[in-house]
């Protein structure tokens, strides 16, 4: 099985930085994934790590060490529209590459 | 765009009804997916499919069924809802890369 873990809540000021960390434990780790959610919304795709390091995509960047078993999602320049949930996801080669969702973080920026 | 539609955005169903919940895809992908959403649970995958007429368990199909009869269709049945089953499902679909697009979601509620 999988064993994914996000913190519950954060909150952040506007123009401020905040990482969201997610441990997880995977016996066939094939990727990791973010997601944004806002409420009463279907989520949405934000960033895709399989190989360590770091990926940028504007204000949202993504890290992951598989030898840590580590991913964290860096959110800067905040906006008041990026308070949403946001959900780390793994693919597991050994549970037919599906993914297994954390259960989310939501993040409150405040003015 | 990837389009990922569910036939009702809210419903109300009694104890013991049988329930279908519709989910149709317009990008041509080979992979769909059921997941319910629960406060301080997340994401919980239900069922899954990778090609028409075939379907896996996910973590918690009990209570539950799933047809896929047409590639772009990927239906979840309750055969018998009870109040255990009142949440919002989703409906995903996924191309090879496990990048998953998901549906706006169908609220249950089950009285």
């Known amino acids: 099985g999988q064993n994914i873990d996000q913190p519950t809540e954060m909150t952040a000021t506007e123009g401020a930085i905040v990482q969201i960390n997610c441990t997880y434990q995977t016996s066939g780790f094939n990727g990791l994934f973010w997601y944004q959610q806002h409420a009463g919304e279907a989520p949405t795709f934000l960033s895709y790590n399989v190989l360590d390091g770091l990926e940028e995509k504007g204000r949202f960047s993504s890290f992951l060490s598989r030898s840590k078993g580590y991913s964290y999602l860096l959110l800067k320049e905040l906006q008041m529209k990026d308070s949403a949930s946001y959900l780390c996801a793994v693919r597991d080669l050994t549970a037919g590459n599906k993914l297994t969702f954390g259960g989310g973080t939501r993040v409150l920026v405040k003015p | 765009d990837v389009k990922v539609t569910q036939s009702s955005r809210y419903l109300v169903k009694r104890t013991g009804e049988k329930v279908f919940l519709e989910c149709v895809q317009d990008m041509d992908h080979e992979n769909m997916f059921w997941y319910r959403q629960d406060p301080g649970l997340g994401l919980r995958l239900i069922y899954f499919s990778y090609d028409v007429k075939m379907k896996e368990k996910g973590d918690i199909p009990e209570g539950y069924s799933v047809s896929r009869e047409k590639k772009e269709r990927f239906s979840l049945i309750l055969e018998s809802a009870s109040t255990n089953q009142t949440s919002m499902y989703l409906c995903?679909?996924?191309?090879?890369?496990?990048?998953?697009?998901f549906g706006e979601g169908s609220r249950l509620t089950v009285l």
């Open positions: 995903a679909s996924s191309t090879s890369t496990g990048e998953l697009f």
